[in-house]
T-cell receptor, first 116, second 114 residues
Framework: AQSVSQHNHHVILSEAASLELGCNYSYGGTVNLFWYVQYPGQHLQLLLKYFSGDPLVKGIKGFEAEFIKSKFSFNLRKPSVQWSDTAEYFCAVCPYSGGGADGLTFGKGTHLIIQP | EAEVAQSPRYKITEKSQAVAFWCDPISGHATLYWYRQILGQGPELLVQFQDESVVDDSQLPKDRFSAERLKGVDSTLKIQPAELGDSAMYLC????????????FGPGTRLTVL
């Protein structure tokens, strides 16, 4: 079975700082990769996703992530964070199923706090 | 904007009681998922439906949990009897079909078992 590891459970940054959240997964086959975000009091929502092609993917609100297959990693980055980026961030993986079972396996999440 | 609806938003029950959660996916979404999120953890898949059929229930504790999606639209997740360890957020998500499509999550039902 696949698993996802997020390295940092709590991150505190100041506004305008650069952000990188680590995510590693374990699975030997083809995977689809996701980052979800949960802002305080809101639903989980998709930040970005990787299925194939360019390993550098761009998402909403200036976020991007890079898939490095050799390292089984999918780290999330943002060059300059804002106070409104305070949220819980989840990395998720789904083995490619060709339309069958495709539930997501999530990491434990990273609680990001941006100080004004 | 279309959303996944869930009810109730909060449920407090005593152990050994039965509880049920309801989910109405975004219209037209054939795939529906139930996840459980324990405090401080990421969501864990319980069951996946494609239309009215179960695609994956390998992580569903079938001795006490059941899920149905009789008409391939809304779905109900039931726990009977509830145990203290079932206290968690129960999330419903839906998507058009297949992992190529984004899963849209509902607000969840927060269950507390006393």
């Amino acid at each position: 079975a696949q698993s996802v590891s997020q390295h940092n459970h709590h991150v505190i940054l100041s506004e305008a700082a650069s952000l990188e959240l680590g995510c590693n997964y374990s699975y030997g086959g083809t995977v689809n990769l996701f980052w979800y975000v949960q802002y305080p009091g809101q639903h989980l929502q998709l930040l970005l996703k990787y299925f194939s092609g360019d390993p550098l993917v761009k998402g909403i609100k200036g976020f991007e992530a890079e898939f490095i297959k050799s390292k089984f990693s999918f780290n999330l980055r943002k060059p300059s964070v804002q106070w409104s980026d305070t949220a819980e961030y989840f990395c998720a993986v789904c083995p490619y199923s060709g339309g069958g079972a495709d539930g997501l396996t999530f990491g434990k999440g990273t609680h990001l706090i941006i100080q004004p | 904007e279309a959303e996944v609806a869930q009810s109730p938003r909060y449920k407090i029950t005593e152990k050994s009681q039965a509880v049920a959660f309801w989910c109405d996916p975004i219209s037209g979404h054939a795939t529906l998922y139930w996840y459980r999120q324990i405090l401080g953890q990421g969501p864990e898949l319980l069951v996946q439906f494609q239309d009215e059929s179960v695609v994956d229930d390998s992580q569903l504790p079938k001795d006490r949990f059941s899920a149905e999606r009789l008409k391939g639209v809304d779905s109900t997740l039931k726990i009977q009897p509830a145990e203290l360890g079932d206290s968690a957020m129960y999330l419903c998500a839906s998507s058009w079909s297949g992992s190529a499509n984004e899963q849209f999550f509902g607000p969840g039902t927060r269950l507390t078992v006393l």
